[in-house]
């Protein structure tokens, strides 16, 4: 990679072009990367942002909702500001795309279905015991 100043004061990093991934740093227009107090209302408004969007999605977790998307949705708009983000972010997608391609492995595929199937065979067994003892009557209702 390589660094060079873009005239603003700031260090920009280019292109790694062995990757073809985009340079890390800001992305906020050049008018408001031109005034620093601009530039830094601008980044704060970005964190605020971000920050409210991880903790909804912290908030999701235990409750019903896409909690993980949220969280990384809020790490995405730090990422438009933030270098440090940038690079979890990376780091995020290259686990992910590890685990999708282990995931396709016939073998582990193979494995997953039995374990499905197992289970799914173990709560057919436990349901059809339920339905033999107490017949289709619902938990509350039992006076046993």
């Known amino acids: 990679m390589n660094t060079g100043s873009d ?3 700031e260090v920009a990093v280019a292109t790694d072009e062995t990757k073809g991934e985009p340079a890390l740093g800001s992305r906020a227009p050049q008018f408001i990367k031109a005034r ?3 530039h830094l209302s601008w980044q704060v408004g970005v964190f605020i942002v971000g920050l409210a969007v991880v903790v909804a999605g912290v908030i999701m977790l235990p409750l019903p909702g896409p909690g993980w998307l ?3 949705g809020g790490m995405a ?5 933030f270098v440090w983000a ?4 990376r780091w995020t997608k290259r686990k992910v795309t590890e ?6 492995d016939p073998r582990v595929r193979r494995r ?5 199937s197992v289970g799914l065979v ?3 067994v436990l349901a059809g015991v339920y339905v033999w003892k107490f017949g289709l009557e619902m938990p509350w209702k039992i006076k046993e």
């Not at 940038?86 to 972010?89: A, D, G, N, P, R």
């Not at 685990?99 to 396709?104: E, F, I």
């Not at 997953?112 to 499905?116: D, F, G, H, Y």
Request: glycine share 6%; aromatic share 6%; proline share 0%.
């Open 7 to 9: 005239g603003t004061g």
């Open 36 to 38: 620093r107090m601009l």
């Open 70 to 72: 949220v969280i990384f």
């Open 77 to 81: 708009i730090w990422a438009t500001e």
């Open 86 to 89: 940038q690079l979890v972010l």
């Open 99 to 104: 685990a999708t391609q282990k995931a396709l």
């Open 112 to 116: 997953n279905i039995i374990l499905t």
């Open 122 to 124: 173990i709560i057919a």
